[in-house]
């Protein structure tokens, strides 16, 4: 990919199933630093260093689209110290790489409580998006000021609203439950209604609140290594182990067509599934 420099990648994108939307939980900055004797901002400071790399790599690879888990609800509750670092380190990001970002075609979008975000990261923030906003290559997309369960009873509230303004009735929610996800953040991005691929660094294994509904039938990648040693040839791994998953979404392989997929001369899976006469006889 011009423009970009630096670490260079050897996937054969022709033979590997890659997934459209991939999600990061950037974790263990923190432990990362401790481990080596640093203080934990350290940590953080490495770690913005690992998300150019990366998002080269999801773009060269024909990611769709790339969200990234940078601050939580939660996150908030942390040292004011760090708190100040995280917010610097994501201004410094915008600041340095959106003329290259713009140049590789990456559109930037954001979704949480933005409003929650202080004057001096929306000051860089949106200009940074109406910037990069014409743009049609990878989506680049920040989790910020995020939670899962915020994000879901939020939803909820705002369906409530709309069925005491008569716009909507509780049974239509019954009826389709997809209709939810009109009212999540995700909605005004809707690529991200689906996720394909979690990724989570520092050997823990769990979800921490992230996209809960968007992740339902997410594969998961865990890797013990932590975010500020996570490079393009660990992001790769994660990609091709996501080649190698057998994703039925609750159905079996037959009835399932192939993946997207950037080798479009795959063959698809699509057969029949005929039950054999003798196995029919056990199930009467
Ligand atoms: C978890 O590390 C990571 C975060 C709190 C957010 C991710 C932040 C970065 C990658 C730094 C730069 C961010 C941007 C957007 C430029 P942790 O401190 O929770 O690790 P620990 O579990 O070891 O304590």
Request: proline content about 4%; overall charge neutral.
């Amino acid at each position: 990919m011009p423009g970009w420099s630096g670490e260079e990648s050897a996937v054969n994108t022709k033979a590997v199933r890659i997934p459209r939307h991939v999600a990061i939980i950037m974790d263990g900055n923190g432990r990362w630093a401790e481990r080596r004797g640093h203080p934990r901002v350290f940590g953080h400071i490495r770690g913005a260093s690992r998300l150019k790399p990366i998002v080269m790599e999801a773009d060269r690879l024909g990611i769709e689209s790339l969200t990234l888990y940078a601050f939580s609800t939660e996150n908030w509750g942390r040292p004011d110290g760090e708190l100040g670092v995280l917010w610097k380190l994501l201004k410094k990001f915008l600041r340095r790489e959106q003329e290259e970002l713009n140049r590789e075609n990456v559109r930037l979008r954001v979704f949480g409580e933005v409003e929650r975000l202080g004057a001096d990261v929306r000051d860089v923030l949106n200009p940074a998006i109406s910037k990069l906003s014409g743009n049609t290559g990878l989506k680049l997309n920040f989790a910020l000021s995020y939670g899962g369960r915020r994000e879901l009873a939020r939803a909820a509230s705002l369906f409530a609203e709309d069925c005491l303004k008569g716009l909507r009735k509780p049974e239509d929610l019954r009826q389709d439950e997809l209709l939810l996800e009109k009212y999540l953040w995700t909605h005004e991005l809707e690529d991200l209604a689906k996720v394909d691929l979690v990724i989570r660094t520092s050997g823990e294994q769990r979800i921490s609140n992230f996209l809960l509904w968007q992740a339902a039938y997410a594969e998961y990648f865990f890797t013990e290594r932590c975010w500020p040693d996570f490079g393009i040839e660990h992001f790769q791994e994660a990609i091709a182990a996501f080649g190698s998953r057998d994703r039925r979404f609750g159905m079996v392989s037959a009835q399932l067509g192939s993946e997207p997929a950037i080798d479009s001369s795959r063959p698809g899976l699509t057969r029949s599934a005929e039950i054999p006469e003798s196995l029919q006889r056990e199930v009467v």
